[in-house]
């Protein structure tokens, strides 16, 4: 009872955003010498330093206690500016496929449990945060719900624009900036927009 | 060893759950009716080191520091702290890792470095149990890093505009998937630090834990453009450096008062 209990509690899916070391398997080359080995340490170190120094202006802006609200800029300001970053596809469709919205949307993983085939990216990582398809529990609360979101009369620019730069309506949301940072390019929010507005979308059906 | 422990404890199928929600206090409260933690037994292999590992000096952690850990007692409720032989405010991992290296003559570098240090770490701070939390900050050198880990822990930075105080302290309470999100400074949970992770079967020292949730950042080198999976991903920061410690010396303060209980037991 209490073995089956136990495998049933902590055996529950679930993925992380926070990861720890398991894959970083760094090869230690034995020839190294000792010397050369605090070398690589020491710069390890600068790099690490390099990427934190590496903050943006309105990074800095979101970095006070409150975390939310900016500090020593004018909000409307922020708002601009980071309008102001937001790129669009070539022909302009903002509408993509969902098909390929839903796989960007969801971790290899999770494509793999519903479709049992290759699919899924490591770029959206939506569910860490939000629920949606209602097939897929293992969703965070970070964010509001996202299921039946395409039936809400949403313009769906508007959506595009909160993908692409979360903080050009939320300023320092918690929602990372998708598109400002590169980590999905504009045909992909495009991809994930058809996803949460297709009526044929699992998020909406 | 331990994996026989554990397995006979969990049946096994624990072990292969590599990710699962956190326990919740009834799940831990069966694991210590069962009446082991499998903690215990890294525990147990750092009271090994400490009375017998030799190095090239032939001195062992209990000839400088007594019989059983006497010496000791109380020492881990006060870290990090400032000490004048390396010149440097260490936390426990850098204190250990400079006795094995300055006094033992043992090579404490690198991953098999980190195997003899996080048990004996785990057995340093059990010599703490049931003490308070106190972290004084008088050396200007402490004083400094404490300055430095706030910044570091309301810092947004990486692909994904994160802080340590995003997850922590404005999302603490909330899930990232299935997983709740604590708030280390508000509720004081260094405490239970270092900490036995069940999924992972390993005793994770607060370094070990602030590296992991630097990954999550999407750190990258800027002179290399943006960020990018395979080629542009500043993983983690090495061990021991000062940011680190920083965010300890900061995390700790705030737990200041807080009854030491190793090591924890978490998911």
């Known amino acids: ?205 | 060893m331990r994996k026989v422990i554990l397995a006979s404890l969990l049946g096994g199928a624990l072990l292969f759950s590599a990710r699962a929600e956190s326990p919740t206090p009834e799940q831990l409260q069966i694991l210590k009716e069962m009446g082991v933690s499998p903690a215990d037994v890294i525990i147990e292999e750092g009271r090994e080191y400490y009375h017998n590992l030799k190095g090239t000096t032939g001195k062992t952690c209990a000839s400088c520091h007594g019989q059983d850990g006497d010496g000791l007692v109380g020492a881990y409720a006060k870290m990090p702290r400032y000490y004048t032989d390396i010149k440097r405010v260490a936390d426990i991992d850098l204190r250990i890792k400079s006795c094995l290296e300055k006094y033992v003559g043992v090579d404490a570098s690198g991953k098999k470095g980190r195997k003899i240090i996080v048990p004996l770490a785990g057995y340093v701070a059990t010599l703490s149990n049931g003490m308070p939390i106190s972290v004084e900050l008088k050396h200007p050198e402490e004083k400094r890093l404490y300055e430095y880990g706030k910044e570091l822990w309301f810092k947004r930075v990486g692909a994904r505009d994160f802080s340590c105080a995003i997850c922590h302290d404005v999302l603490a309470g909330k899930r990232i998937r299935l997983q709740k999100l604590g708030a280390p400074v508000r509720d004081k949970l260094y405490a239970h630090w270092p900490a036995y992770r069940i999924s992972k079967d390993k005793l994770w020292t607060m370094e070990d834990r602030i590296r992991g949730c630097y990954k999550s950042f999407f750190l990258f080198d800027p002179d290399k453009g943006k960020f990018d999976f395979k080629k542009n991903w500043v993983k983690k920061p090495p061990f021991y450096i000062e940011e680190i410690i920083a965010l300890e010396l900061y995390m700790k303060r705030a737990a200041n008062g807080a009854k030491i209980e190793v090591p924890g037991l978490l998911r």
Request: net charge positive; hydrophobic share 35%; charged share 25%.
């Open chain 1, 1 to 205: 009872m209490k073995r089956g209990l136990l495998v049933a509690l902590f055996a529950s899916a679930g993925i992380i955003a926070c990861q720890p070391a398991s894959q970083a398997v760094k090869q230690e080359k034995q020839t190294l010498s000792a010397q050369a080995k605090t070398q690589e340490k020491v710069d390890k170190a600068q790099l690490f330093r390099k990427a934190l120094n590496a903050q943006d202006k309105w990074q800095k802006a979101c970095s006070n206690p409150t975390q939310i609200a900016p500090e020593g800029v004018d909000v409307a300001q922020f708002i601009k500016e980071m309008k102001e970053t937001i790129k669009y596809p070539k022909d302009g469709k903002l509408v993509g496929d969902w098909k390929k919205g839903e796989s960007l949307a969801l971790l290899p993983k999770e494509y793999k449990a519903l479709y049992g085939t290759k699919g899924g990216s490591r770029k959206g990582n939506c569910y860490a945060c939000h629920c949606g398809d209602p097939r897929i529990i293992a969703c965070g609360n970070i964010g509001p719900s996202l299921r039946g979101y395409g039936n809400k009369g949403i313009d769906p620019k508007l959506t595009y624009d909160r993908i692409y730069n979360s903080w050009a309506q939320v300023p320092c949301s918690t929602m990372f900036r998708f598109g400002y940072h590169g980590l999905l390019s504009p045909e992909e929010i495009a991809h994930i927009v058809g996803y949460l507005h297709d009526p044929e979308s699992p998020i909406n059906k």
